[in-house]
């Protein structure tokens, strides 16, 4: 296919994909609904089947889509950032803030106290993690030194994770928690959780108008600078836009990888590197993968999404190595 016609039928495709993955994704699971039983359960929510769409499969699916779209953009963002396609929101610290402030909430029994307390940990945790990065990021900092940084912060962060798991005090009751979240997942997802993930949208809206800043800043800092761009002005929005979605994402799903690696990087493959194009299609497309994944993971005796998005991602980043190599 010519890549004009890939980059006009992208959207509509991609669109056609989500679509048809939402209605999969409403009728997949203990009691399976026809399309027919979708739609009166749609209308009547006194129904079984509208007990069943409402109350645990609609929110489920709300909750796919925004953390999809959520680690999808966030990943772009970091590609454009450090103009590396291998880039991916968790390169900076921000997943593993986010799972150490949750599993800090858990083991200290903050989590049982109110639906919000685990989503605000997770957020902090991931904002700290971010502070640390920014204060670099101020003082002029080169994307070596944030790299670096983030490597060093994931390493600490971890290691914070680990020790809470092997404290005795912690109960194993709060350890099955605490791995349960650190699988990542879509169960018992309600609409609360969906309400907590919906400044995603907003973090959306807010990314597209950067679109051709972030093409001028792809050509390099100096040449972005002379075409008129604040580079240091646009870094900072793009690491502050991407730390509140994956933040958001991790805070209602937990631990998800491999969604900002796998799906914006296919798309720069498909329809070039304009992100005007590139932004809404991260959005859509990251939010069909996980629908696609949670799917999957249900319909094959309940993996958990986070180890489905790993056995694809995996064996997608070794083979980006060895084509780049």
Known sequence: MHATTRQRLALPIALTALVALALLSLAVGDMRLSVSEIGQGLVDRDSLAGTILWQIRLPRLLVAVLVGAALSASGLVMQAYFRNSLASPGLLGVSSGGAAGAVIAIAAGWAGASLLVLPVAAIL??????????????????????????????????????????????????????????????????????????????????????????????????????????????????????????????????????VGLIVPHLLRLLVGPEHRRLVPLSLIGGAAFVVACDVFGRSVGGLRLGIVTSLVGGPFFLWLLRRSA
């Open 125 to 258: 945790g991931a904002l700290v993690a971010t502070a640390a990065v920014l204060s670099l990021a101020r003082k002029g900092a080169s994307t070596e030194r944030l790299l670096l940084a983030g490597v060093a912060l994931n390493a600490l962060l971890g290691a914070v994770t680990s020790y809470v798991l092997s404290q005795a005090n912690v109960s194993f009751e709060r350890n099955g928690q605490i791995l349960f979240w650190l699988l990542g997942g879509l169960e018992d997802r309600t609409w609360e959780h969906a309400v907590m993930a919906l400044p995603i949208v907003l973090g959306a809206i807010v990314l597209w108008p950067l679109g051709r800043q972030m093409d001028l800043l792809s050509l390099g800092a100096n040449e972005a600078q002379s075409l008129g761009v604040n580079v240091r002005r646009l870094r900072r929005q793009l690491l502050v836009l991407s730390t509140l979605m994956t933040a958001l994402g991790t805070a209602v799903a937990g631990t998800v990888g491999f």
